[in-house]
Nanobody, 125 residues
C-alpha cells in the first residue's frame, strides 16, 4: 500500500506561493505515477498535474501551466507541488493521487489506486 498524506496548504494572498507535499508510507512509491487534483466548492474534482515514476515527464492542466511545478523525491517517498502566482480561483482542496500509469483515466481521476485526504488551499484577493 501507499497511503498518502498531504501537507503545506493554507491561506495566502493572490500572487503568493505555497508548496504542497505528499508523503507516501509505502516503499513501492517509485512504481507509481503521482499526481495532484483539486476540488473547489460546488465543483467537480479536476486534474492539476502529474509526474512519471522517474520524474522525467510532467503533465499540467492548462489553468496552472507556467505557474505550478510538480516534482518528486523517490528516496523520500514524497511528491511536491510548487504553486506560484496564485489566484483566487486556485482556492480548493488539493488531493494527492497515485496510479499505475498516466493515461486519460488517470487524468480523469478514474484509474487512481490511492488518494490522500486532501489539504485546503485558500487564496484571498
Amino acid at each position: 500500500q501507499v497511503p498518502l498524506l498531504e501537507s503545506g496548504g493554507g491561506l495566502v494572498q493572490a500572487g503568493g506561493s505555497l508548496r504542497l507535499s505528499c508523503a507516501a508510507s509505502g516503499r513501492t512509491f517509485s512504481s507509481y505515477v503521482m499526481g495532484w487534483f483539486r476540488q473547489a466548492p460546488g465543483k467537480e474534482r479536476e486534474f492539476v498535474a502529474a509526474i512519471s515514476r522517474s520524474g522525467t515527464s510532467t503533465y499540467y492542466a492548462d489553468s496552472v501551466k507556467g505557474r505550478f511545478t510538480i516534482s518528486r523525491d523517490n528516496a523520500k517517498f514524497t511528491v511536491y507541488l510548487q504553486m506560484n502566482s496564485l489566484k483566487p480561483e486556485d482556492t480548493a482542496v488539493y488531493y494527492c493521487a497515485a496510479g499505475q500509469s498516466y493515461e486519460l483515466g488517470f487524468r480523469l481521476g478514474r484509474d487512481i489506486n490511492y488518494w490522500g485526504q486532501g489539504t485546503q488551499v485558500t487564496v484571498s484577493s
